[in-house]
């Protein structure tokens, strides 16, 4: 039985970042990567799209805040907006129900293609379990 490999992209902040935000991207890699996925990160909106279109992943983390260039919603919307890569699977990873400054966003776990704010299959709040987590790719791109 041969195995398929899957590749997942990952845009979180990863420079200059917090420790403990490193910690989780760190921490997520090693633990996908053990389940036998393959990863790839981006720093920032624009350099996750350019690896996006060099090799399109299975499916696409995202968060949703990034104080860079393009955050997890500029992303979502032109991988929508893409014909050749608009049902590309994304979750989107966030904090953001829990900063007082984003109250106005509610973001329902499960947004779904019906979402009309942000184009998004899933919303994963942070903390994250990570077996939440793998539950979650696997309805999308199967275990590898």
Known sequence: ???????????????????????????IEIVLKSKGYETRTANDGEEALEKVMEKVPDIMLLDIMMK?????????ERIRSDKSIKDLPIIMI???????????????K?????????PVNTFMEKPIE???????????????
């Open 110 to 118: 499960d947004a779904g293609k019906e979402s009309k704010y942000i």
């Open 1 to 27: 039985m041969s195995t398929v490999l899957r590749t997942i992209m990952f845009m979180m902040k990863l420079m200059p970042k917090p420790l403990l935000e490193r910690y989780f991207v760190e921490t």
């Open 94 to 108: 966030t904090a953001v129900n829990q900063d007082a400054d984003m109250v106005k966003f509610h973001f329902e």
């Open 68 to 76: 860079t260039k393009g955050d997890g919603i500029w992303v979502s």
């Open 130 to 144: 990570i077996d939440e987590l793998l539950a979650e790719i696997s309805k999308f791109v199967g275990t590898p």
